[in-house]
C-alpha cells in the first residue's frame, strides 16, 4: 500500500471487487470527458484478477476513513513510457485527492520500473485534470486531434508527459 497525507493507493484485490465494478460501471465517475467503458460484471472482474493484464488498477481511498473514492491504473509499458489515468468519485472532487494520488504513482512507478518517462491524455476542456497533471509536473506535449470517442463523437485529446530527470525523487514517499 503506498500512502500520502489523505491517501492510500491499494492495489486492487478481491475485498475490492464490489466498489471497482460499480465504480467501473458508473457513468458519472468518469464524467463527461471520458469514453464510455464496456459494462463490467463482478464475474468478468474477477476474471481480470485470475489473470491479469498489464493493466494495474489501485484504489485511492481517504487515509482516516478507509472510504474509497477513486481509481488510478498504469498500462501500456512500451519503450520505457507507461501511461496513467484517474477518476476520482465526484464528490471527492477538487480536494486535492486526486494531485495525491497522481504523485503517488508517480513516485512508486519511477523508483519500481526502469522507465524514463510517464505520459496521460486528459480532454482540452478539462481543466481539473489538466490543473493535477501540472501541479505534479507533468508538461504539456500537444494536442491529439480526434483521438478518443466520447459519448458518440471523435473529440481531441491533450498529450501530457513527465519524464524521470524532470521528476529527479520522490516528492510524497519521502515523508
Known amino acids: 500500500m503506498l500512502a500520502s497525507k489523505k491517501i492510500c493507493l491499494k492495489l486492487r484485490d478481491r475485498e475490492d471487487l ?9 457513468l458519472e465517475y468518469y464524467g463527461k470527458y471520458e469514453s464510455i467503458m464496456p459494462q463490467m460484471t463482478k464475474t468478468e472482474a474477477e476474471k481480470q484478477l485470475e489473470n ?5 488498477y489501485f484504489i485511492i481511498q481517504k487515509k482516516k ?4 473514492i477513486g481509481l488510478i491504473a498504469h498500462f501500456g509499458e512500451l519503450e520505457g513510457s ?3 489515468g484517474y ?6 472532487q477538487g480536494k486535492d485527492y486526486g494531485t495525491e494520488a497522481l504523485q503517488l504513482m508517480v513516485d512508486y512507478l519511477f523508483l519500481a520500473k526502469e522507465i ?13 485534470s489538466q490543473r493535477i497533471l501540472e501541479k505534479v509536473g507533468f508538461v504539456r506535449e500537444g494536442l491529439r486531434h480526434k483521438s478518443s470517442f466520447v ?7 491533450v ?3 513527465i519524464l524521470r530527470e524532470e521528476w529527479k525523487e520522490p516528492k510524497i514517499l519521502k515523508t
Do not use: H, L
Open 52 to 56: 491479469p493484464s498489464k493493466t494495474a
Open 87 to 92: 477518476a476520482i468519485m465526484p464528490s471527492e
Open 65 to 68: 476513513s478507509g472510504k474509497k
Open 151 to 157: 459519448q458518440g463523437d471523435w473529440r481531441d485529446t
Open 18 to 26: 464490489d466498489f471497482f465494478v460499480d465504480f467501473w460501471n458508473n
Open 116 to 128: 524514463r518517462r510517464i505520459q496521460a491524455n486528459t480532454d482540452p476542456e478539462n481543466k481539473a
Open 159 to 161: 498529450a501530457y508527459a
Open 82 to 84: 507507461i501511461t496513467v
